[in-house]
C-alpha cells in the first residue's frame, strides 16, 4: 500500500500551479492575444498548434456551424430554458439535442473514411468506391449521414466551405470522395442528393486533419455560441412555460393543441 503514488489526474492537456497555467507546453498568457480561439481548440484538442490555413478554416466552420436558426437543439434550449432552467442546464440540454440527424460531422467523416477503406482494401478507384457505397446504401434505404438537408435541400453552407477549402489548399481525398458521392447519386436516385454542410464539415475536417470524434467536438463547442443566445433570449424576452394564453399567437404548449384532436391512442377506458 504505502509504495503507491496519492491519486492524480494524469493527462497530457495542461498544468496549473499556484503561479501558471500551461496548456499543451504553452503559458496561457503567451497564447492569450496571440493566438485566435479557433487555433486554441486545435491546440487543445488535437496537442499542437494548427498551420494558418487549418487555423483559418476551423474558424471558418465556427462561424458556419455556429447558428442555424431554430433547430432540434436550439428549440431544446429554449424549451429548457422556458421551464426555468438555468443558463448551464439549458445549454447542456440542446448539446444532448445534437445527435444521429443534427450536427453530425462526425457520421459523414466516418462513412467518407469507410469508403477510403474499402478503396484500399478492395483495390478500386476512389470514385468508384463512391459509387458502390452510394448504390449499396440506397439499395437497403439507408440515409447517407451528411446528404441532403430537410429544410434547404441544398445546404447554402456546403459551397462555402468547399470553396474556402480549395483556396486554401486543404481540399484532399475526403473531399473529392465526398463530391464523387454526391455525384454518384444522379445516377443512382435519378436526381441529385446534395451534401450538407455537417457532410462538408466532415470532409474538409478529415482533409485539415481532425478525426471524427474531434469534428463532433467542434461542432458542440461552436454550436454552444448559438445555445447561450437562444438560452438567454428566452429567459429575457419570455414570461416561460411557453404557454400562455394571454400571448398574442398561439404558443407551442397551447391547450388547444393537447386537446383529444391531437390524440391517437387508445381511447378512454377503465382498469376494472
Ligand atoms: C435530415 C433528414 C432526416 C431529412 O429527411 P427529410 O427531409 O425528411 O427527407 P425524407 O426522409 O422525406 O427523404 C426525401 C428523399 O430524399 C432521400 N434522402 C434524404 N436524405 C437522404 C440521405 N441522407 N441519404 C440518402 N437519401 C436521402 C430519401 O431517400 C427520400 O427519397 P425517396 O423518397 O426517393 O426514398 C435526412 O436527410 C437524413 O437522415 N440526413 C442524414 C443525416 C444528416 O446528415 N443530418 C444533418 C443535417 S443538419
Not at 440506397?138 to 435541400?153: D, L, S, T, W
Not at 467536438?217 to 447561450?228: T, Y
Amino acid at each position: 500500500m504505502t509504495d503507491k503514488k496519492p491519486f492524480a489526474w494524469e493527462t497530457a492537456i495542461a498544468w496549473k500551479n499556484k503561479d501558471r497555467i500551461v496548456v499543451r507546453g504553452y503559458d496561457v498568457n503567451e497564447l492569450t492575444g496571440t493566438i485566435s480561439f479557433a487555433e486554441h481548440f486545435h491546440l487543445v484538442l488535437k496537442g499542437e498548434l494548427p498551420t494558418p490555413e487549418v487555423g483559418r478554416m476551423t474558424d471558418a466552420i465556427m462561424v458556419n456551424m455556429a447558428e442555424h436558426a431554430m433547430s432540434p437543439s436550439s428549440a431544446t434550449v429554449r424549451f429548457a430554458t422556458s421551464g426555468g432552467a438555468e443558463l448551464n442546464a439549458a445549454v447542456a440540454a440542446g448539446v444532448a439535442g445534437i445527435g444521429r440527424l443534427h450536427g453530425t460531422a462526425d457520421r459523414p467523416a466516418e462513412l467518407f473514411l469507410s469508403v477510403a477503406r474499402r478503396a484500399d482494401e478492395e483495390g478500386l478507384a476512389d470514385a468508384e468506391a463512391a459509387r458502390r457505397v452510394v448504390a449499396e446504401m440506397r439499395a437497403v434505404k439507408e440515409r447517407m449521414p451528411g446528404f441532403h438537408h430537410a429544410q434547404h435541400i441544398r445546404d447554402p453552407r456546403t459551397a462555402r466551405l468547399m470553396d474556402l477549402s480549395g483556396k486554401l489548399g486543404i481540399t484532399g481525398r475526403h473531399v473529392t470522395i465526398a463530391r464523387a458521392m454526391e455525384d454518384a447519386t444522379e445516377a443512382v436516385f435519378g436526381r441529385r442528393i446534395w451534401i450538407n454542410g455537417p457532410g462538408a464539415m466532415g470532409c474538409v475536417g478529415l482533409d485539415m486533419g481532425y478525426e471524427p470524434l474531434q469534428l463532433k467536438a467542434l461542432f458542440i463547442v461552436c454550436r454552444s455560441l448559438s445555445l447561450c443566445a437562444h438560452s438567454i433570449e428566452e429567459m429575457t424576452r419570455e414570461k416561460g412555460w411557453r404557454a400562455s394564453s394571454n400571448s398574442p399567437m398561439v404558443q407551442p404548449l397551447d391547450l388547444s393543441m393537447q386537446g383529444p384532436d391531437h390524440y391517437d391512442g387508445p381511447a378512454d377506458r377503465t382498469l376494472s
